[in-house]
């Protein structure tokens, strides 16, 4: 069964600079997605980025990129110029490449509740 | 855009009760998931949906079933609702051959 860690319960930046969010996970299989959920305060959870695991360049969206180290089963998130819009849970999910049959299913990490200060 | 709509976003039940908590998606979805999320712990799979009348077990189920009658639609049913249920339930789906789920706003549920 895949694990996904979260070392982090909560965290905190001042608005502009720059944080990064860790995340570990643990698996048997070498094809695989990696994702980063975010989850602002009373609203929905929305995809952030992800990663395939094929690739060795890390993903990038915006002021979002992730570390991908597959060797050491590591994925952290980084933002840069940190927002007050930033401030949400954050989750770190797992799921096997999909396949033929039936359906693959995301397992997420606790989380880390980040809050982004003026 | 996918939306995702979960009937009510507050509920408040008695123990002993039975609980229907309805989960609609407009994006003709094959997979569509329930999820419990508890702070501390994450979310968690309750029960997932890959087809229609189509249902597995999440880590979860014990407490729960599921139907999926029509495509669109996937309910969480709480057979006799119980204090240690009082949590916020997320559906998502995704569809199929794609890796983005889509997450419905949730229900908060409290039973008293």
């Known amino acids: 069964a895949q694990t996904v860690t979260q070392s982090q319960p909560e965290m905190s930046v001042q608005e502009a600079e720059t944080v990064t969010l860790s995340c570990t996970y643990d698996?048997?299989?070498?094809?695989?997605?990696l994702f980063w959920y975010k989850q602002p305060p009373s609203r929905q959870m929305i995809l952030v980025i992800r990663q395939e695991a094929y690739k060795q360049q890390n993903a990038t969206e915006n002021r979002f990129s992730v570390n991908f180290q597959k060797a050491a089963k590591s994925f952290s998130l980084k933002i840069s110029d940190s927002q007050l819009g930033d401030t949400a849970m954050y989750f770190c999910a797992f799921m096997k490449q999909i396949g033929t049959a039936r359906s693959e299913k995301l397992v997420f990490g606790k989380g880390t509740k980040l809050t982004v200060n003026p | 855009d996918v939306k995702v709509t979960q009937s009510s976003r507050y509920l408040v039940k008695r123990t002993g009760e039975k609980v229907f908590l309805e989960c609609v998606q407009d994006m003709d979805h094959e997979n569509m998931f329930w999820y419990r999320q508890d702070p501390g712990l994450g979310l968690r799979l309750i029960y997932f949906?890959?087809?229609?009348?189509?249902?597995e077990k999440g880590d979860i189920p014990e407490g729960y079933s599921v139907s999926r009658e029509k495509k669109e639609r996937f309910s969480l049913i709480l057979e006799s609702a119980s204090t240690n249920q009082t949590s916020m339930y997320l559906c998502?789906?995704?569809?199929?051959?794609?890796?983005?789920?889509?997450f419905g706003q949730g229900t908060r549920l409290t039973v008293v």
């Open positions: 998502a789906s995704r569809g199929q051959g794609r890796t983005e789920a889509f």
């Open positions: 949906s890959y087809d229609v009348k189509m249902k």
């Open positions: 698996t048997s299989e070498n094809n695989y997605y």
